[in-house]
């Protein structure tokens, strides 16, 4: 089955990390942007960092220094790195792939592939 699944998610104190990972399956990774958003309660789904095919990277100002996006080829997997979280950075975050080289964030529809999500919760 075609699917994105991300992990890594959980409560973490403000000030702390957490590595959130998209993994692909059935199918590979290298010819797609991977793109990880995020949508707090109320709000609408922001973009938060981009990985595009051929390695260039998008970070949103909101996280830009603090979030390190990567990918390992060999896993077909994407990482998020986070780190000095804030309690702000809560909400359930998502990846999505798109074929081709895109760097920013897209419409919703735009992608080929969603994961379900993970909960990120950052509260003392």
């Known amino acids: 089955q075609v699917q994105l699944v991300e992990s890594g998610g959980g409560l973490v104190q403000p000030g702390g990390s957490l590595r959130l990972s998209c993994a692909a399956s059935a199918f590979t990774l290298d010819n797609y942007a991977i793109h990880w958003f995020r949508q707090a309660p109320g709000k609408e789904r922001e973009g938060v960092s981009c990985?595009?095919?051929?390695?260039?990277?998008y970070y949103s100002d909101s996280v830009k220094g603090r979030f390190t996006i990567s990918r390992d080829n060999a896993r077909n997997t994407v990482y998020l790195q986070m780190n000095s979280l804030k309690p702000e950075d809560t909400a359930v975050y998502y990846c999505a792939a798109i074929r081709g080289t895109y760097l920013l964030p897209l419409r919703e529809s735009q992608y080929q592939f969603w994961g379900q999500g993970t909960q990120v919760t950052v509260s003392s």
């Open positions: 990985i595009s095919s051929d390695g260039r990277k």
